[in-house]
Every structure is written in structure tokens, then in C-alpha cells.
């Protein structure tokens, strides 16, 4: 395709661009520039590529700089080419320096260095800005564009002043009769001073930077190619590029100029409207707010330094306060320089910065203190923290500890001698921690002649600290005790200082008071715990000396060194039952007997407990008696005896002597006479055992046969073994009758229950026994019979009984069961076996009219038959099956009834059994 020569002034490119097209309208306008000129005769088209890019970059900047719609003119003109682009802004401009930092600026400098000359028109509100292009013979004549190589012109000639197209002169007269319409408003002159130029081109560029990298992001989200930008932030950004134009292009002007002219500070002065004040305001406001939201964002590739955004507000807060007062008709006030502002400013923020840093402390503090739960983790948070933030060379927690000292959680920064020093301190000592528990009020020491003056005893103590304080730590109404920083320093404490410290003392009142609560909470559940363990030793079994042996064991060596346990009895000199801990060698002296210790007799005397020094163990040495009575130790005293009675239905059965060289705090005495009244109720409930066990064993002692009957060829043999200690005697019984009819009756029976009543119903029911076998009655009658017994007795215990009818002439056995275990038969060749025998209903557990059967054993001679309740084959650790199953072993070979007995003890291990037991064997010899 040939290429053609274009007609003066011949329109080549018209494009507009309004302000909803996309990011990509630059890009296509610029493309078709360089498709239009690739077309056109050669000496047009060797200005393709210039003309595209300058047609690139004022779009660009009209774009970002101006109001849309935005329109491109590409035309032929006699020596080359003209562009034009114009917008709807009227602010023309400014050819600045292009730094390396710097993102704007660069399209006028291209528009200068490649253009043959260009200039600005205005076009009714808006501007037109114009570039011409010589092309051929043309492009080598000089240049007549406004670059003078440094010189004064920096730009283009002011709006009006530059001749435009065809049409400008008429526009120009209709701008010039609108301006004649419109009153001017008064002006006034405002002086800012002298900034550094760098300084100030490099804020100007910053906020050039903001708008353009905004403006691009704006569009190209509105073209989906990049992620959305939110309308408010669109909306800032419009703000920033469009208002408070003329200050700032005045402002950027007289930078320009100074830097052409190689002025290292810009003297600013403008002439101004007294509205341009508010239109300040705005835009500081709006680009403040567009900085902070794009940070936020993290929208930003560029940060605002702080200088840059210092020199914002100094300028603008400087230009409103002049403006305003001269808009009132008063002076203008004095305008700080902007040194002066900076260092304002980096005051305000570095105390800002120690105020956040505080705050950040604190809110460490506060969570670390969250899972403290002893005074040494609170220290330890506290004072870490507290000593960075202040500067301190050192700090300590100081918490009263008994009447008199003081105790130290924790320490950082002091020398082991000093943290030494400071746990022997005390609370009436003239030191700042102990005067701030005492007063609770804190001490500010701010020099080391203050120190020394108000504190002597500082001087030895620290001779390094120059100043210090000590806060007191309250909470609920009582103080707690005190913080302490020391400093190798002149410290002046300011209101800021005193209020972070006051902070951090009240949230370590607060700490402690949580670690006391937990404390508490841990004592109280140990000594719970504790008085279980005790309750549950003590009563593990029903027996005297074993309980008192217990005692003394609980309470060495956690609550004493040594404890010893003396029986009172009546008529009789107190002896030793317990003892245990250090001096219990029998061949030392007993250094609690009651006949060389006055406490343990006081304390019987008395029936309260009695405290003594540890070296009292002669008779003229006076005890203590408790606290409030005559005779009481010296308040702070740390007795090392302490004598606590035991006592039944009040009247002292015993003392229990205690001895510790630390003496006996409060709270142990209280837990020592808990488990001592643990005690007393634990010898009660032995001796009551003892005595009622005593009098069932000896009823039922009664109640067993006393010898068995003499029958030729036949030969028995029976035991009976009462429970084993700790429990009561049950209700076993057995008995051997001798029939009429030649016959031998045996029975065997289990009265379930202990003590007293099972012997008694025991008794009963072997008289109903005998009664109902000599009436000549089958022993399943006599079962019956029983039965019926027991209900008419109305007593809740269950009772088996197993009852076999031998016939030593017919060899045989007649074997009824209400609800006992089986009979075991050793016949004189095989293997022992249970006898199969239907068990019936225990007496009193079936309905009226419960019946029960007889099985027929056949018994040869030498047979052997054992009767056993179930004390013999069962307890808590084996099961009654596992029982027999053994028994049935051991019984193999046995020779007699006496050996029987004795195998069948020794296999089942009768020793120490919780239930009574009865056997009863019986043979054929003949």
C-alpha cells in the first residue's frame, strides 16, 4: 500500500477518552498514532515513533494530572505534524526534575527534548496542550521549543501567552468577557520561611507518585484488569489531584526555580484567597487518609517518609493559621520553621512511641500474668518487663512474710549480696520498699542526695542506685507489698513514668492476690486430701494399736520430726503406745513422756492443745497454752512442742506429742488437731469393735456345741475360726444329734450378718434345729420347719443351711439344702466329689409353703463327709468356684476327718479372712 502526502491542517487521529474508559485507552490511542503515521509519506512517517510517545505520555498525564474527557488530535501542518491533546482542567503543567525516585515529571521532559516546540492554550475551562513535529528539511532548523538548558524559562508560556490553532483568538476573548463576569476575591500574602529544596521537590513528587499510581490502579480495576480499589479510596485520591491546585503548582514553581538557580532552601511565599484555607484543610485531611488507608491495605509500593508527611502538616497548618487571621483582620501569627516543627513533631512521637512501647509492656504483663499462679511467676513477669521499660538498673518484689521480715518472689538486675540483704529486711526498717507497705504510698527518689537523706541505710546498702522508687501494691484494702526499681542514674520521674509504674504495681497487687487466692486453694485442697489419706488409714482396721501406729506414722515426717502416742487410762501412769521420727531409739529418753514434759500433761489436764519451746522437757518450763489463755507463748513465737489430746465422750484418752525444730505454723496446728480428732473418733470405733466382737464371740462360744457325741464307727472332727481382726463374728453355727432310730443327724448353717444378732439368731435357729431332728423328722422337713422358723423370728438375715441324715448300718446319706454349699464326700478310693444336691431356697428368702428335697448319697466305710460354710472357699480375692476347686484338690487322700479339716485349712489359706468359718467332717470306720 503506497503511502500519500497529507493537506495542511488535515486531521489524521481524533480519539476521546472520557472518564469510564479502561486502563487500556492510553495504550490503543498510542498504537493507532504509530498504525496512522506507518502509513504516511516518509518524512511523516520517520516521526512515528516520536510522535507516539509524546501522544502516550501527555495522555497519561492528562489523565492523571487533569479532568476528563480527554481528547487526541493528530494533524498535518505545512512544516510536519501538530499533536494535541486536551482535558477539562485548566492548570497547566510544570516541567520539574525527574529523579530516580521520582515517577511523574518525565512526560514534559520527553515533550521537551523531542518535540521541535510546544506549548499550552486554554480552551474554555480546560487546557489544550500542543506539540509540533518538523519533518524533512525542516527537522534540522533550529529549535524553538521552551528548553534553554537551565535557563530562567523552566516551562511553558503561561495560558494566553502562547498562540494556538486556528479558533484560539475567539476563545480567548470569550474567556477573557466570562473572567470579567466573576469578582475576584481579596488576596492576602502568606510567608512559610525557607525549606530544603530537595526536601520539598521530593514531597511534591511523593504526592505526584500517590495520585499516578492510584489513578492507575483506579483504572485498571475499572477494566478488570487488576483487583478492585474501594470507591472511597477513589474518591480521596480525585480529592488530592483536584483541589488546593494553585498553592501547590505555586509552591512546586518556586522549588523549580530555586533548584534552576542552585538555592539549597526555597523561601515559600504565596498570594492566596482566604478560601483557600478550607480547600488546605481538605486536601491535607484526604491525602492523610489515602496514605493511612492504602498502608493499611498495603497498597502502596512507595511508603510516605516521615519528613515528607511532617512537611504536609507543617505548610498547610502554617498557610490556614495565616490565611484565617488575615481573613479576621489580625496579625499573622508567628510560623514556626520547619526545623522547628520536625523536632515538634519527633518529640511528640517519640513519646508516643514510649507511650506505645508501655502500652505493649503492659498488655505483655497483663498476659503473662494471666497464668501465674505463684508469686515467684508474677516477679518474674513483672520485673522483666517493668525494668526494660524504665530503665532501671534493677528491680525486686518485696511481700511481707510473718509479723516481722519481708520475703523476695524475685529479683533481676541486683548482685546475689544485695538480693541477700534484701530478704533480711524488715517491715519497720527506714527503707523505701518497707515504708511503702507500711504507708502505702509510693516513694520517688529522683537524685542520690535525696536518697541518702530520706534513707541512710541506702548508702551501704546500694552504694551504686542514684535513684529509685518503691510503689506499694494494693488490692481489696490491704497492701500487698512493694515494687522496688533501682537506677545507676539521675531519674527524673515524670507524670508518664509514674503512671506506667502505678499501672504496673496495681497489676501485680492484682497477680498476687490471684496467687494468694491459688494458694489458698492448693492448701485447702491438700489438706483435704491429706485428712482423706488420714481418715482412710486410720480406719482401715478396727484395731487400737494399729490405729495409734497410723498416727504417728501420717503425721512423720511432713507435719514433725518426731511423734509419740501416750494411753491414758484410768488409775494408771500414761505409756507409750506409738511412736516414730528422730529420738525414737529406745535407748534414748522419751522426750515427750508425760512425767518429764509438762505440755503432754497440760495438755491431758486440759483437753486443748499446748505448744512449748523445744528445749522445754523439764518440769519448772512453762508450756504454751493456746492462743488468748494464760500461760500462751509471746506472739511470733515458734514453739517446737506441740501436745494435742485425743478424746472420747470427753474425757482424754490419749496425747499425741509432736516435735519440730521450725516450730508449728498456724495452719498445721489446725490440720494436727483435725487428724488427732480423726484419730479420736477412729479409737472409739476400734475399742467399740472390740468390745462388741468380744462379747459375740463369746456368746457364740456359748452357743456351739462343747463336745461332740461318742457313736462306735463313727468319727468326726470340726473347727470353727472366728473373722479375722477388724471384723465381727458371724453367725456360723453346726451341731451333731444322735437319733432314736440310730441315726446321726449333722447339720451345718450361715446366718448372714455380724456381731451380736447374728449370734443370737444363730443360737435360735440350732435350738430349732435339734428340736425338729429328734422329733425323728426327714431333713427336708426339718428344712421346712426352719423355714418357718425364721419368719415367724421376723429377721432381715438371710441364712443357709445344709443338713445330711447319716445311716451308719444302711451306709447311705440323706442330704437336703436350703441355699448352702454343697457337701463334699472322699470316698476311700477315687476322687472326692460334691455331693449333687438341689439346693432349696435360704430360710426366710422363698415364698410360704417352700418345700425342699433329699438326695441319696450312698457311703461306704471310710468315706469321709465334710460340711463347710462358705468362710472356707470364698473371699475377696478368689470366687467361691475357684474356692471349691481347690478344696476338692486338697481333699484327695485324705485319711480321717482331722486330716481333712487341716488339708482343707492349710490349701484355702485360712488366716486372715473377713468371714467366719465352720467345718464339720465325719467318717465310717467299721
Known sequence: MGSSAAADGEILVDVSIDADSDARAVSRSRRLVAATLSGAEPSLRALQMDVALVAGELLTNALLHGAAPVTLRLLSTRLGLRLEVADASPVAPLRGRAGAESLTGRGILILDEVATRWGTTADGGGKVIWAEFAAGAAAVAPRRGYRNDGAAELGPTPIDQVPGPAGAEADAADRAAARTEVRPQQRFRVRLGDVPTDLLLAAKGHVDNLVREFTLASRGAASGETAAVSPRLTELISVVATTFVEPRQAIRRQALTAAASGRPRTSLELVLPVSAAD???????AIDRADEYARAARLLTVETPPTHRAFRHWYISSLVAQLRAAGRG?????????????LGALTEASAARRAAERGSSLQVVTAALASTTRPEQVAEVVLTEGVAALGASGGSLLVPQGPELLAVPGAVGYPQELVAQLRAERRDAALPAAEAIREGEAVWLESVHETRDRYPLLRELEPGTVSLCALPMAAGGEVLGALRFSFDYPRLFGPQDRLFAETLAAQCALALERARLFAAERAARARMSFLATATKRLTARLDEGETLRQLVRLVVPDLADYAAVYLHELDKEPWLAAETGAGAEGGQARPLDPRQNPAMRLAARRGTSVSAPATTVSPSAQPSAP??????????????????????GGVTVAVLGLRRSAGFPADDVSLLGDVADRASVALAHARQYQQERQTALTLQRILLPQRLPRVDGVEFAWRYLPAGAGSLVGGDWYDVLTLEDGTIALVIGDVMGRGIQAAATMGQLRAFARANAAAGLPAETVLVQLDAAVS???QEQITTVAMAVLDPAARELRVAS??????LVVPPHGEPRFVTVEPGPPLGAGEPGTSYSETLVPFAAGSILLLYTDGLVEDRDRSVDDGMALLRS??????GPEDLCERALAALTRGSHDDDTALLAVSLTA
Open 792 to 794: 415367724r423370728l421376723e
Open 818 to 823: 436350703a441355699g448352702h454349699l454343697p457337701p
Open 890 to 895: 486338697a481333699a484327695a487322700g485324705a485319711t
Open 627 to 648: 492462743a488468748g489463755e494464760p500461760g500462751a507463748a509471746p506472739s511470733g513465737e515458734s514453739p517446737g512442742v506441740l501436745a494435742v489430746p485425743l478424746r472420747i
Open 279 to 285: 480547600a488546605a484543610e481538605e486536601y491535607l485531611a
Open 330 to 342: 489580625e496579625q499573622p501569627p508567628v510560623t514556626p520553621t520547619f526545623e522547628e516543627f520536625l
